[in-house]
Nanobody, 125 residues
Framework: QVQLVESGGGLVQAGGSLRLACAAS????????MGWFRQAPGKEREFVAA????????YYADSVKGRFTISRDNAKNTVFLQMNSLKPEDTAVYYC??????????????????WGQGTQVTVSS
């Protein structure tokens, strides 16, 4: 059974930074494409960033492009989301997701096989 556990969320002022981590266990992490999604209160879950199994290809939502960076360390079974220049509208629960396929990156939540429990990110103005 694959498990994904996020960490690194918290409260930060606008303009600040946070680094989220998602640790995977129970599978072969280097076989997984990974993604980050977020869900704000009263809104649908939305795509944030994705990375292929090797880390060589990444994709970002327009709303975070240039501010967020997704990366992975296959030796440590961990995917990261570095978030800079945070805005109040970035406030949400952030989820990592994994797809057991050595393909490209994936943008749709329905495409992922595994999900973490989420970590809260709150950006104050």
């Amino acid at each position: 059974q694959v498990q994904l556990v996020e960490s690194g969320g918290g409260l930060v002022q606008a303009g600040g930074s946070l680094r989220l981590a998602c640790a995977a266990s129970g599978g072969t992490f280097s076989n997984y494409a990974m993604g980050w999604f977020r869900q704000a209160p009263g809104k649908e879950r939305e795509f944030v960033a994705a990375i292929d199994w090797s880390g060589g290809f990444t994709y970002y939502a327009d709303s975070v492009k240039g501010r967020f960076t997704i990366s992975r360390d296959n030796a440590k079974n961990t995917v990261f989301l570095q978030m800079n220049s945070l805005k109040p509208e970035d406030t949400a629960v952030y989820y990592c997701a994994g797809k057991n396929y050595r393909g490209s990156y994936y943008l749709g939540a329905y495409e992922y096989d595994y999900w973490g429990q989420g970590t809260q990110v709150t950006v104050s103005s």
